[in-house]
């Protein structure tokens, strides 16, 4: 499985996602073209490498009829104050808003319900730069209904703008549809996150994964007026996810990043075992004191952990040991989380549903046991084992499916066999066999899928023992045969 991991160590925000994966190797050509079938015109996105404290990053700008956000909010700044200046005020104005990821007290990627004028400040003055009012939420999911773009990539970016919109609608006290995005703001967070969604696709990600996020704080001038960082449509994307205290004042994380992360990760917090394959860093605009402004993407294949692997890895403490004896040569080892609850007033008829949504959510294994609790009651102890990529959904199902207040999640360490599963035919039909073996200790096992056994039975009317046995013994001879 192809999965992404992003390492979030100085924010996020939709240039430097973007930035990132097309530094993992996607054409920007091929990017441009995809996006194409968007019925909208007149934007370009451009992209170079730069380097940050020394250190390599792709640098992206989206522009709109030849202007990008900052250079358009200038533009109507300047013809504010030139207004002014004829009618006897001359001051000096700078624009406080613009879309370049991090700038203290600058806040990226506004989105409001109803019409907003642009704040320019000046020693003694105040001048409003009127804005064009955007699109609203349901135009831009009718813009991307209507694009030529795979279900995939309409998919992640519409549920990407349902959080952000979602979110904002909270804030504001309005709904979802309600809410717009400002022109040009729109146009940026439209390719931002249609962007970052047809990438993965091109790079053939599976699952994303994402870091704890680091917290800063300041304040950012919005068109509600002076608001703290995070802002607050950011803070609430960002419920549930871990975050890390820094000391930097201005905006780390922006409302698009955040929906980018809230909306396609599937855990927050350290990799999952992956082996590396491409790493793309993706440049902001601001510059830190403490650290390069970059976000880093990492894109490998999910890895079981040999024996050998395992050997050069020194477990936390608060986690088992992965034993490195030679002894154990050849074993397969893999890190997974179990998910257990002891479930004591369910009606025990729904156990079978929820075994079956837990498989689906990505459980390995799934258990009931039965338990004496306090005052003698009786309860059964559900439990999942699952890949730590699998985890969040896990624990959601569980949750969300049977009566308990609670799980138990424990990180394990599971040596396995190493298995492959082969057809062998049998005078009943084709069986699928699971075959387990560690050559170093001489072992070999061989597991008939049940189902096939069990199909193949009620086909031919015959015992199933018999087409189990039967499997077998194809199985031993095929095996047999590769030793020979």
Not at 249 to 278: K, N
Not at 300 to 328: C, E, F, H, K, M
Not at 364 to 385: C, E, F, H, T, Y
Request: net charge negative; with cysteine.
């Amino acid at each position: 499985m192809t999965i992404a991991y992003f390492d979030c160590f100085s924010g996020i925000s939709g240039d430097m996602a973007l930035g990132a994966l097309l530094d993992c190797g996607v054409p920007l050509a091929a990017l441009r073209e995809g996006l194409a079938s968007l019925p909208v015109s007149g934007w370009q996105i451009e992209a170079q490498p730069i380097l940050q404290n020394g250190i390599h990053g792709m640098d992206v700008s989206i522009s709109l009829n030849g202007l990008t956000d900052a250079q358009e909010l200038q533009q109507a700044s300047h013809e504010a104050v030139s207004q002014g200046e004829h009618k006897g005020h001359s001051h000096h104005h700078e624009p406080h808003h613009d879309h370049e990821h991090g700038q203290d007290n600058h806040h990226s990627h506004d989105h409001h319900n109803h019409e907003h004028e642009h704040y320019t400040h000046a020693p003694d003055a105040i001048t409003t730069v009127p804005h064009v009012h955007g699109r609203s939420f349901s135009e831009i999911r009718a813009i991307i209904e209507s694009s030529q773009l795979s279900d995939r990539v309409r998919r992640d970016s519409l549920a990407i703008f349902q959080r952000i919109a979602e979110a904002e609608a909270h804030i504001h006290h309005t709904t979802p549809e309600e809410i717009h995005f400002h022109e040009i703001g729109g146009i940026d967070s439209l390719l931002d996150i249609c962007g970052v969604a047809w990438c993965l696709e091109y790079l053939g990600v599976d699952k994303v994964h994402c870091s704890a996020l680091p917290h800063s704080t300041s304040f950012v001038n919005c068109a509600h007026g002076l608001m703290p960082v995070p802002a607050p449509a950011t803070l609430e994307l960002m419920k549930g996810v871990p975050l890390v205290p820094t000391e930097i004042r201005g905006e780390m994380v922006t409302p698009t990043g955040a929906g980018i992360v809230a909306a396609l990760s599937q855990s927050f917090g350290s990799p999952p075992a992956m082996t590396p394959q491409r790493i793309g860093l993706g440049s902001g605009k601001k510059r830190f004191a403490d650290r390069p402004n970059l976000l880093r993407v990492v894109i490998g294949q999910t890895a079981t952990v040999t024996q050998q692997q395992a050997a050069a890895v020194t477990s936390a403490p608060t986690q088992p040991a992965i034993t490195a004896d030679a002894a154990l040569a050849g074993l397969e080892w893999q890190s997974l989380a179990v998910i257990e609850s002891n479930i004591d007033n369910m009606n025990p008829e729904f156990f079978q549903y929820v075994l079956e949504r837990l498989f689906e959510a990505g459980a390995v294994d799934v258990w009931i046991q039965p338990l004496q609790m306090k005052k003698n009651r009786p309860a059964s102890l559900l439990g999942a084992l699952c890949p730590l990529e699998a985890q969040p959904a896990v624990i959601a199902t569980m949750l969300r499916e049977t009566t308990t207040l609670g799980v138990r999640v424990q990180e394990v360490s599971r040596a396995a066999l190493p298995r492959k599963i082969k057809e062998v035919e049998t005078k009943f039909g084709t069986v699928h066999v699971k075959i387990a073996s560690w050559p170093e200790r001489h072992l070999w096992r061989a597991t008939p899928e049940y189902a096939d056994v069990e199909h193949l039975a009620a086909q031919h009317k015959v015992p199933l023992r018999e087409v189990y046995e039967a499997a077998l013994a194809s199985a031993q001879r095929a095996a047999d045969g590769e030793l020979s």
